[in-house]
């Protein structure tokens, strides 16, 4: 079995031994993780579903993330990220008990174009909120665009599986 599967596997069987529901967030991936997490049979069980907010505008109108954030921040920012978790959590909260969801974000630069020395391409920083804790990640991954996302949406995976155990 895969790498990829096996993080698909192990993140099911944690969600649903939890009684919670995952909604992701998405920027760089373009839905790359929802669409990795739909190819398990069964995932409706346990994912809700994700906003692909991949401008500014979108981070603001779906997922409220605030102009104040953007504008000192910038999307590529722990801030950012942390709010889009928060936020696509909030967009579900009247369907599903709030506690019993997580959220998952990303938002990065994954290229060819669009890299500055601060925040070079191929930087992305990942964001998880649940009812207990709100923690940021930053990677500095490689490659091509389709490299890039690749690497950020099985470490997504990854990172889920780790905190989904935790809870």
Not at 130 to 153: C, L, N, P, V, W
């Amino acid at each position: 079995m895969d790498a990829e599967k096996k993080l698909l596997k192990a993140l099911a069987s944690r969600l649903k031994i939890n009684n919670l529901f995952l909604a992701t967030a998405e920027s760089c991936t373009g839905g790359l993780l929802g669409h990795l997490i739909t190819n398990l049979p069964g995932s409706s069980d346990y994912y809700l579903g994700g906003q692909i907010a991949y401008s500014n505008q979108a981070k603001r109108l779906w997922l409220n993330v605030p102009v104040k954030i953007l504008e000192t921040y910038g999307a590529v920012s722990r801030e950012t990220v942390l709010a889009m978790a928060y936020g696509i959590r909030k967009a579900f909260a009247g369907e599903v008990d709030f506690k019993k969801i997580v959220g998952f974000s990303i938002s990065g630069i994954a290229g060819p174009s669009g890299g500055t020395p601060a925040k070079p391409v191929g930087a992305i920083w990942m964001a998880i909120s649940t009812h207990i804790r709100e923690r940021a990640y930053h990677f500095q991954f490689d490659g091509s665009r389709d490299a890039i996302k690749h690497q950020a949406a099985l470490q997504a995976l990854d990172i889920l599986s780790v905190n989904i155990a935790a809870e």
